[in-house]
């Protein structure tokens, strides 16, 4: 059983429309939550990291965490080609054995203009 | 432009060669890691490093060896390499405590390719 789930995608968007990426987790007890943005052959940047439940916004991105569902979301507002990449969904489980981070599959996100 | 750097960029090997990546912060960061990414699949960890001590080996292959020679290096020696381990390995580090403890900021990464 997959630890961390995200759709793989890809999920395809018009140009200036709302991207809404999701990932739920197994561990109940994870406290940290981040996303990390991948354009294809780079490495992962993070964008956003949630700890609490409710929204978090950055600028054009919303990340939000609903532990009692173990689900955590990331939107993408007025979305751009430039955003056009793999999210990946990242959760420190609750047993933080060295700090580990639990990765979903990512999801692949197309903005077509 | 990343605080990791990672070195070289690409690097193309025989399966006789001998071969290291390298990796340098100067973030003040404690904890180090190795990750190893193919295609279309997520980053897959392979060492941890916690003040310059080996804490974690995920079952790697005694073909990779890992080193942290201080607290801003850290290196990956490759020796008898397969095909397979072609990929693109991924140097990271975090701060040691804290909330923040998880954000991990990666380099560019250095694209290995086995002949």
């Known amino acids: 059983q997959k630890e961390v789930e995200q759709n793989s995608g890809p999920l395809s968007v018009p140009e200036g429309a709302i991207a809404s990426l999701n990932c739920t987790y197994s561990d109940r007890g994870s406290q940290s939550f981040f996303w990390y943005r991948q354009y294809s052959g780079k490495s992962p940047e993070l964008i956003m990291s949630?700890?609490?439940?409710g929204d978090k916004e950055d600028g054009r991105f919303t990340a939000q965490l609903n532990k009692a569902s173990q689900y955590v979301s990331l939107l993408i507002r007025d979305s751009q080609p430039s955003d056009s990449a793999t999210y990946l969904c990242?959760?420190?489980?609750?047993?933080?054995?060295?700090?580990?981070?639990?990765f979903g599959g990512g999801t692949r996100l197309m903005v077509k203009p | 432009d990343t605080e990791v750097t990672q070195t070289p960029k690409h690097l193309v090997m025989g399966m006789t060669n001998k071969k290291s990546l390298k990796c340098e912060q100067h973030m003040g960061h404690r904890a180090m890691y190795w990750y190893k990414q193919k295609a279309k699949k997520p980053p897959e960890l392979m060492f941890v490093?916690?003040?310059?001590?080996?804490?974690i080996n995920e079952s790697v292959p005694s073909r990779f060896s890992p080193e942290c020679p201080n607290s801003s290096l850290l290196n990956l020696h490759l020796h008898a390499l397969q095909p397979e381990d072609s990929a693109l390995y991924l140097c990271?580090?975090?701060?040691?405590?804290?909330?923040?403890?998880?954000?991990?900021?990666f380099g560019e990464g250095s694209r290995l390719t086995v002949l």
């Open positions: 490093y916690s003040y310059e001590k080996l804490s």
């Open positions: 949630i700890y609490s439940n």
């Open positions: 990271a580090s975090r701060e040691s405590s804290g909330r923040a403890a998880g954000e991990l900021f």
């Open positions: 990242a959760v420190r489980p609750s047993n933080n054995a060295g700090n580990m981070l639990t």
